[in-house]
């Protein structure tokens, strides 16, 4: 969905796909998915397929072993071929193309604030990076992931914050990292960074070049809500909010808009339904649950 985008929206960089190795292009039958897509993303949008190892992350939990697969993104580092690559995450939809971004001044990497943690963390978020391939820094990152001196909830976000916390280029939040949230909130001070702006979603939507779903609890777009919880976390009317007569309800048009343009793109795209709501709330040790933040 994301290389469908960047080809409709005119960008001209080339497009790469890190995939897991253990994947094959061969479609085996109508209901293999993974090879179809791999196959529709190199022969109708470009894409250069790349197979890798996952890198992953081994952490302790409830007394068993867990793993989590995000420093995989670290591989993006190691692609030498190009002199700037522009790694995001796929629960995003691309609202304008980015090709401008390759002609900022050099910088190892340039990340953005993560701005919904302000003003008590100083932190970046590894949701978007622009970053200069280098087989030096791939090392030292993929060697921070497996040191055994990596405390159990460190995973890529803090590794990226600790080595380049102090060094990275600041990219602006508002372009490149507006959160879904954003229309479920009142308060706009992180997101503008001031106290004195006044909030015009429509504006702030026109002006964004990616939208990131980041709406907890309410799960991800690929996964239906549940009726009970959406009610109570769906955003709120400007006016008489939950009566007859409210008004003023456009932050909640627009965020009923962005997640099912997102379904109804997955589903033009990649051929792909919605996962079932979860249960809500879980009962005491289910799996069920909604999504986490970032």
Known sequence: ??????????????????????WDLDI??????????????SNWYGVKLVPIEVQKFEAEKDGEDTWDASATKFLAFNQ?????????????????????????PQASVAMMR???SLPNLRTLTSLFILLEPSEVETERLIMAARAKTRKSNEYDMEILNSIYGDSAMILPHQRYGLLSGEFR??????????????????????????LHFSDWPIPKPWVMWPTNLLQQEKPRCLTNPGTASEAGCRDREIWFELYNDFRRRRKDICALLSVPAPEWPPRMGSNSTASSNL
């Not at 085996?28 to 993303?41: E, F, G, I």
């Not at 030498?80 to 900022?104: A, G, K, N, P, W």
């Not at 009142?186 to 990616?210: M, S």
């Open 114 to 116: 993560a701005y919904w």
């Open 185 to 210: 909130s009142i308060n706009h001070t992180n997101f503008f960074g001031n106290d004195y702006q006044k909030w015009d979603p429509d504006r702030v939507l026109r002006e964004a070049h990616l």
């Open 28 to 41: 085996a039958n109508k209901s293999d998915r993974d090879s179809q897509l791999l196959v529709k993303a």
């Open 80 to 104: 030498t071929r190009y002199e700037r690559i522009l790694h995001f995450d796929s629960d995003v939809t691309v609202l304008q193309h980015m090709d401008d971004l390759f002609l900022l």
């Open 1 to 22: 969905m994301v290389f469908e985008a960047l080809e409709r929206l005119g960008s001209k960089a080339d497009r790469i796909l890190l995939y897991n190795q253990e």
